[in-house]
């Protein structure tokens, strides 16, 4: 049951992002703002806690599929057939990987950088 509150409310995160600014490279960022929790927290967490919020951050992307799939072109269909093989192990360490690289945005909301490690991570 606990793991379905944290499932439900890493969708309710993911349901919130705005799909705004356009980047250059005709990908789109998206910035969530006002959330506590910030990317550098992830840094300090066990191993345990940072695989767990992959996961959830993995489920999430995948429920969120149905729901965004009304969209002419869904943004999140690349990253879920990109992460499809990859163990949540895998996506936390990438995810710790672009946090380390990018210290001048670890003020940014955890799921923004997750976001954006993962995007960055998935062939384009």
């Not at 606990?2 to 992002?17: D, E, I, K, N, P």
């Not at 705004?20 to 300090?44: K, M």
Request: charged fraction near 20%; include cysteine; aromatic fraction near 8%.
């Amino acid at each position: 049951m606990r793991l379905l509150g944290v499932r439900l409310l890493l969708l309710s995160l993911m349901l919130a992002t705005t799909w705004g600014e356009q980047r250059s490279d005709d990908r789109q960022s998206a910035y969530v703002r006002h959330l506590e929790i910030r990317a550098e927290n992830f840094l300090h967490w066990p191993t345990a806690q940072q695989t767990g919020y992959a996961m959830g951050f993995m489920d999430g992307i995948y429920i969120s599929l149905p729901v965004a799939s009304s969209k002419k072109q869904n943004p999140l269909t690349p990253l879920a057939n990109c992460i499809a093989e990859m163990t949540p192990s895998q996506v936390s360490a990438i995810i710790e990987k672009h946090i380390k690289n990018h210290p001048d945005r670890w003020h940014w909301p955890l799921n923004t950088m997750a976001y954006s490690a993962i995007r960055d991570a998935c062939p384009k």
